[in-house]
Each structure stands twice: as structure tokens, then as C-alpha cells.
């Protein structure tokens, strides 16, 4: 059984790894007109914010996978030069990428920051985590009651699959963090 599994696994992250780092969406400029083409990105919820360097979000926008198609046009002309990010989320992913805005246009900076989020169950007191590293470090920690660590451990291999056995903590809210650059996800859970 776990041969089956991990062969399943391992097939998964070679399909998933091409298809995971690959954003599903392109940007494009006109001026001091950003657009949006999500038109490969249509079976989740879409939120998009643009914010400034100091991470002040100037922008937010949600979009319904019947939106897909459509491409989403962001006038920017209000807008003082300078470096910008868009960052666009679904329920997997969460892809980030930087544009300069110009006196009269933009520059998309072509680097595609992915960051994949972890699949994360909790079975009675078993705490199973899985992520997609896509190459990168990553720390995984489990924050308790009063958000101390009370486990941390460094993610490097491109898989990560661990079950965590709970049940010696107390009853209670706990928190379980991926962190990988910049970019982190955190999990509530309650042990009962």
C-alpha cells in the first residue's frame, strides 16, 4: 500500500510541478492600464490585490470562476511611480509578481513568485500536512495555546508528507504555520 501510494505521489509531483509553478494567468500593459488575463484559472474563486512597497493594499477584488474568460483591467493612472506587486489567490495557490509603474507605462517584472499551500487534516488528535515545495526551503511549525512553538522543523525536500500524533498536547486552539520566504499559511485547529 505505501508503495502504491508513493508512486501515486510521485507521478502527481511530476504532472503537478510543471503544471503548480506555472501561473495560470498573464499580465499585460497598456499605458497606465493594468490587465488581467485569468482565462486558464477558472475552477476557484480569484482574489487579486495590488499594493504599494511599504505592502499597503490600494486594491482588492474578488472574481467567480464564470469570470475567467473576462480580462480584468486595473487603471493605475492615479498612481505615483514607483514599484508595485499583484498578488492573485485561489484555494492552492498564491502567485505574486512586481511592475514599475512609469510616467507613461509600466514594466512587468517577468519573475513569478508560487507559492503552493499546504493540504492540512486533522483526525481527532492526528495532524497530517502535506506540501508541494516546488524546490524552495520551507519551516513548518505548530504554534500553541498562547501562539509559542511548540514544534519547528525545516522543509527542504520537494514533497513534504507527515502525520503528527497530537495526542499528548492539552485540549485547545493550536495553529499550524508553513512558512517559505515572504509568503506563510496558517491552519487553526482545535484539539477536542
Known amino acids: 500500500m505505501k508503495t502504491l501510494f508513493f508512486a501515486v505521489l510521485l507521478t502527481l509531483l511530476t504532472a503537478g510541478t510543471l503544471s503548480a509553478a506555472d501561473p495560470a ?71 505574486t509578481q512586481e511592475f514599475v509603474l512609469n510616467e507613461k507605462s509600466m514594466t512587468i517584472h517577468p519573475e513569478v513568485k508560487t507559492f503552493i499551500k499546504p493540504f492540512i487534516t486533522l483526525d481527532e488528535s492526528k495532524l497530517k500536512v502535506n506540501f508541494l515545495n516546488l524546490g524552495k526551503s520551507a519551516t513548518l511549525k505548530i504554534l500553541g495555546l498562547q501562539q509559542e512553538t511548540i514544534y519547528q522543523t525545516q522543509i527542504d525536500q520537494p514533497a513534504f508528507n507527515k502525520a503528527y500524533n497530537l495526542s499528548n498536547l492539552a485540549k485547545g486552539e493550536y495553529t499550524v504555520m508553513v512558512l517559505q520566504g515572504d509568503k506563510y499559511y496558517s491552519h487553526p485547529f482545535e484539539l477536542k
Request: hydrophobic share 30%; with cysteine; proline share 1%.
Open 25 to 95: 494567468y498573464r499580465l499585460t500593459s497598456y499605458g497606465h492600464t493594468l490587465v488581467l488575463n485569468t482565462s486558464n484559472w477558472n475552477k476557484a474563486d480569484l482574489l487579486v490585490q495590488i499594493q504599494d512597497q511599504e505592502g499597503h493594499i490600494l486594491t482588492t477584488q474578488e472574481y467567480k470562476p464564470k469570470e475567467a474568460g473576462r480580462l480584468k483591467r486595473f487603471n493605475l493612472a492615479q498612481l505615483e511611480t514607483g514599484a508595485y506587486t499583484i498578488t492573485i489567490t485561489d484555494q492552492v495557490r498564491t502567485c
